[in-house]
Structures are given as structure tokens and as C-alpha cells.
């Protein structure tokens, strides 16, 4: 079974934070790295950032490092990308999901509804 429910966007000013929550189902989260991703207006989804199965391996997008990390708590399925400094180009809504760790790509075909994250400038 697979669910995934994203969490934690806003709206926010330009410099803000925000915090993301993911909870996925075991048969997602599992051992598997887990992504999170992002669609801005017009665009194509993107990978953030990605973490390994056992959270000691992380890679974020050049755009997003030093402002954005993912951590995860497998004890709770849940994956979550604190957002600091955030600027307008950020606005996206963001989704999560299993993925391969060296590409991104997603291990399954099923995705959340997302989260909305608006910053203004």
C-alpha cells in the first residue's frame, strides 16, 4: 500500500523558514532513500534533495545547499526537509517519495497531493 502525505507549507517572507513533514507507508518508506521534490509554475518536477535509507547519506540540489536539509525518523516513516532562508524562486509545491539515491528518479508511480510553499518577496 502506498501513501504518502506532505505537510508543513505556507506562506512565508523571504528569509523565512518553514518545516516539511512526509509520513509514508512502510511499504514505501521501508530501507528505501527517500526524496523530496518540488514543481514550481511551468516547470517540471525536481529533485531538493534525497536521503539514504539510513539517514548518513544526504544530497541536496546546488540552488538549495546551506539553506534547505532533509533528515529523516525511521522509527516514524517520516522524512522532513527543514527550509531556512527561504527566497521567492522556492515557491513550488513539494512532494516526496521513495527514490534511487544516485538519480532521483522515484521508485513508485503513486504521489501525494503535496504540500504548497509560497515565499514573497
Known amino acids: 500500500h502506498v501513501q504518502l502525505v506532505e505537510s508543513g507549507g505556507g506562506l512565508v517572507q523571504a528569509g523565512g523558514s518553514l518545516s516539511l513533514s512526509c509520513a509514508a507507508s512502510r511499504a514505501v518508506f521501508n530501507s528505501n532513500s527517500m526524496c523530496w521534490y518540488r514543481q514550481g509554475p511551468g516547470n517540471q518536477r525536481e529533485v531538493v534533495a534525497i536521503i539514504s535509507g539510513t539517514g548518513n547519506r544526504q544530497r541536496h540540489t546546488d540552488s538549495v545547499k546551506g539553506r534547505i536539509t532533509i533528515s529523516r525518523d525511521n522509527a516514524k516513516n517520516t522524512v522532513y526537509l527543514q527550509m531556512d532562508s527561504l527566497k521567492p524562486e522556492d515557491t513550488a509545491v513539494y512532494y516526496c517519495?521513495?527514490?534511487?539515491?544516485?538519480?532521483?528518479?522515484?521508485?513508485?508511480?503513486?504521489w501525494g497531493q503535496g504540500t504548497q510553499v509560497t515565499v514573497s518577496s
Open positions: 517519495n521513495a527514490a534511487n539515491y544516485l538519480n532521483g528518479i522515484s521508485l513508485f508511480n503513486s
